[in-house]
Nanobody, 129 residues
Framework: QVQLVESGGGLVSAGGSLRLSCAASGLRFRDYAMGWFRQPPGKEREFVAGISWSGGNEYYSDSANDRFTISRDNAKNEVHLQMNSLKTAATAAYYC??????????????????????WGRGTQVTVSS
């Protein structure tokens, strides 16, 4: 049974930082590209960041670029999202997801939530002004 469990969410002031983690089990982790998505209140789920199985390719949304960093530890079956200089617009439930990578992991795949087979239950991030 595949499980993705997010942690690290919470309440932070604008300009602050948070580090989200996602622990994966029940799958061969290094076969999977990983992504982070978020869903603000009343809005659709949107792409935040993605990383290939090797960590060699990273993709970011325009809002995350230069402030967020995705990383992974294949030895620990974990993926992380370091979020700096947080803005109130970042308030959302954050989800990690796994994509079975076959060949090169390209940007259009990373950003399409339909490409991801497995999802965690999410962790809430609230940024106060």
């Amino acid at each position: 049974q595949v499980q993705l469990v997010e942690s690290g969410g919470g309440l932070v002031s604008a300009g602050g930082s948070l580090r989200l983690s996602c622990a994966a089990s029940g799958l061969r982790f290094r076969d999977y590209a990983m992504g982070w998505f978020r869903q603000p209140p009343g809005k659709e789920r949107e792409f935040v960041a993605g990383i290939s199985w090797s960590g060699g390719n990273e993709y970011y949304s325009d809002s995350a670029n230069d402030r967020f960093t995705i990383s992974r530890d294949n030895a620990k079956n974990e993926v992380h999202l370091q979020m700096n200089s947080l803005k109130t617009a970042a308030t959302a439930a954050y989800y990690c997801a796994a994509h079975l990578q076959q060949g090169y992991f390209i940007s259009v795949q990373a950003k399409d939530l339909r490409e991801y087979a497995y999802w965690g239950r999410g962790t809430q991030v609230t940024v106060s002004s």
